[in-house]
């Protein structure tokens, strides 16, 4: 009796997690096929009007080009330096290492408005004109501990005498590299590049400091909200965008499993 209903009581805290994470996200996907402008219930209708007038929204489809293209140079940046690091990391023993992971974790821990706000008084102080590069070195410096963290995992998953096996056949550092320990991390390469794109994607605190005349979807969205009449159109789109990155990170996990 204890035991139901100890699961029980689990089952219903979990559905309450599920909720409140998913609701939501549900909500925006009803309220985007509402006839109104207003999302208040009852609902006036099914139409896709907004998703018609969301393909002639020039300015709306600019930010999310832009976002998609800055997610997909940063997510490659990003992923290749996280790669590096987490290579020197679990396969050579170096003086600082503990400092140089201590270093390479902090934008984890440092709230996102606080590096925005120094990456900006930084680049104020070296003129540098707020931009969409701007805007992807932040997205960099965010997204590289969590690839590191990724790729590491991985790399502490198959044992090292792999390549030192490869080496001893008469591989070079670069082949064994290439041929084997790449190879064997790329689904967590792969995992790691979407979930930094898909993190790149939606980022707003970072972008909003960093951004110039250029403005990523996130942005151009936070300006939509003073106008009630864009209202169903940015509701639409956020539906669109956000259950794109829920197939995303899924598909990123499934792949992280296979490993």
């Known amino acids: 009796m ?9 089952t219903l ?11 939501p996200i549900l909500m925006l996907v009803i309220f985007s096929f509402n006839d109104s402008v207003m999302l208040i219930f009852p609902l006036k209708g099914f139409t896709l009007k907004w998703y018609q007038a969301l393909l002639g929204a020039t ?7 832009n976002s998609f293209f800055l ?17 020197g990391l679990m396969r050579f023993r170096f003086p600082g290492r503990g400092l140089f992971l201590a270093v390479a974790a902090m934008p984890m821990v440092i709230p996102y408005v606080v590096l925005g706000v120094a990456l900006l008084i930084l680049f104020s102080s070296l003129d540098i004109p707020r931009s969409l590069v701007t805007v992807g070195v932040g997205h960099v410096i965010v997204n590289i501990p969590y690839v590191m963290l990724i790729v590491a995992a991985r790399l502490a998953g198959f044992p090292a005498s792999l390549e030192e096996a490869s080496q001893d056949l008469g591989a070079t550092y670069w082949q064994t590299l290439f041929k084997v ?23 707003f605190a970072v972008s909003f400091f960093l951004s110039g005349s250029e403005a990523t979807l996130p942005i151009y969205l936070y ?31 499934w792949l992280r499993r296979r490993e």
Not at 13 to 23: D, G, Q
Not at 71 to 87: D, E, F, K, N, R
């Open 223 to 253: 300006s939509q909200l003073r106008f009630p009449l864009r209202l169903p159109i940015v509701v639409t789109l956020a539906a669109v965008v956000m259950v794109a990155s829920i197939v995303l990170l899924s598909f990123s996990e």
């Open 181 to 203: 320990t790449l190879p064997i991390c790329a689904p967590a390469i792969l995992a790691a590049f979407l979930s930094s794109f898909t993190t790149s994607f939606d980022e």
């Open 59 to 65: 300015e709306l489809l600019r930010a999310v080009r």
């Open 13 to 23: 805290y979990f559905i309450a997690v599920v909720a409140f994470l998913y609701l």
């Open 2 to 10: 204890t035991r139901r209903s100890k699961l029980s009581g689990g």
């Open 71 to 87: 997610g997909i140079a940063a997510s490659a940046v990003a992923t290749t330096l996280g790669t590096m690091a987490a290579l």
